[in-house]
């Protein structure tokens, strides 16, 4: 017979393992200086928005302290508290639950959807498949306030080296009525 104790242990282990898309990891391991990214909403009006970077100045135990580090608000001290998350209906478990989390996630590099809106030092683009959005590649280009600090790494394939060239996907399919 199990007991209700190590039940609940054994129960609160799993939900823990648990990874979705649109939720953080259960633990978040991170050191002072580190870069982080905002994942929700917090407070738009003083720069704390989803996609927001920033690095870790201090911890507490309900709040981490971070410094805001581009964009309008560059330098602004802001302080992120564990705030209750669901997962979204797309990810197929059998039951609801809520984690009470930092909205962040390490962030030493970034996706180009969320480096929309970002304005940056230095950037390096790692182009190993097609860009398969219109306008994806621009984005990407197009954040960098220094085109000497703009790297980029092409597939090693005859056409990227001989042509200078990327291909640029559209599927027609989406534009057929």
């Not at 990214?37 to 917090?42: A, K, T």
Request: net charge positive; glycine share 6%; aromatic share 8%.
């Amino acid at each position: 017979m199990i007991s209700n104790e190590n039940f609940y242990n054994s129960a609160n282990f799993h939900l823990n393992t648990i990874e979705v898309a649109n939720l953080p990891h259960h633990e978040f391991k991170v050191k002072l200086n580190a870069p982080a990214i905002c994942l929700r909403n917090l407070n738009p009006a003083n720069g704390l928005c989803n996609g927001t970077r920033l690095h870790m100045v201090q911890f507490g135990d309900r709040v981490i302290e971070g410094e805001i580090l581009s964009g309008k608000h560059a330098g602004k001290r802001v302080y992120i508290p564990r705030i209750p998350l669901n997962p979204t209906s797309s990810a197929d478990l059998p039951f609801e639950f809520v984690r009470v989390q930092f909205p962040l996630r390490l962030a030493f590099a970034i996706t180009i959807n969320k480096s929309q809106g970002q304005t940056l030092n230095h950037v390096g683009v790692i182009i190993q498949q097609p860009v398969f959005a219109h306008g994806q590649l621009y984005v990407a280009f197009s954040r960098i306030t220094n085109e000497a600090n703009l790297h980029l790494v092409v597939p090693n394939s005859d056409e990227a080296r001989t042509q200078g060239r990327i291909t640029n996907v559209v599927y027609p399919e989406v534009f057929r009525g």
